[in-house]
């Protein structure tokens, strides 16, 4: 509600907006709010087409807006992931370590856990970038639907929900 209204003013060249992005009210809003786009990063994971494993998607549809934590904050280094067994693991170390905590000590929890989370659908092997729009996430189209139905769904808001406001 901030940053996207300061980015308006301050820029010359087009911009989108970047976070919490999901459907057609995520679009009609960050129009709304002086962006000319919007780009979306979990949504698409959660699509038929993302050459991820499926495990991956079932999770993203299965978490809500409270399942997701913040990492490495400590180390400046933050992350937003999905809370499995070794985010909790890790989440354990950096508050028993506390200013002590150093990149070694959590390596096991982030260091090349991708391909194992991604490809083989080993849900627990590490931590993996999910947004709290995981919670807005409740199904598993493919990217033509996706687009269809933020497209229809933004011409119903625009025309009705906002038109509706003009006397
Ligand atoms: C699986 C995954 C991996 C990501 N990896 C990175 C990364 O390495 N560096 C980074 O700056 N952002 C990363 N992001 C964040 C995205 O670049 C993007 O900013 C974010 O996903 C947009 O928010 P949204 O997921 O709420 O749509 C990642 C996101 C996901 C879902």
Redesign the pocket.
């Known amino acids: 509600m901030i940053l996207l209204p300061r980015a308006d003013e301050e820029l010359e060249i087009p911009f989108v907006a970047?976070?919490?992005?999901a459907d057609a009210r995520s679009l009609v809003a960050a129009l709304t709010l002086g962006a000319d786009g919007i780009?979306?990063?979990?949504?698409f994971?959660a699509t038929k087409e993302a050459p991820v494993h499926e495990n991956v998607k079932q999770a993203i549809v299965a978490a809500t807006e409270l399942d997701t934590r913040l990492i490495m904050r400590p180390l400046r280094n933050t992350e937003r992931v999905l809370r499995n067994i070794a985010v909790d693991r890790l989440l354990e170390k950096e508050s028993s370590l506390g200013q002590d905590l150093k990149f070694d000590d959590i390596i096991e929890e982030v260091a090349g856990v991708y391909p194992k989370i991604m490809m083989n659908g080993d849900m627990d092997a590490g931590a993996?970038?999910?947004?709290m729009?995981a919670g807005l996430i409740h199904d598993i189209p493919t990217c033509e639907e996706l687009i269809n139905r933020i497209m229809s769904d933004a011409e119903v808001l625009i025309r009705h929900r906002l038109a509706g406001m003009i006397k």
């Open positions: 970047s976070g919490g992005m780009n979306m990063g979990t949504r994971i993996w970038s999910c947004g729009v």
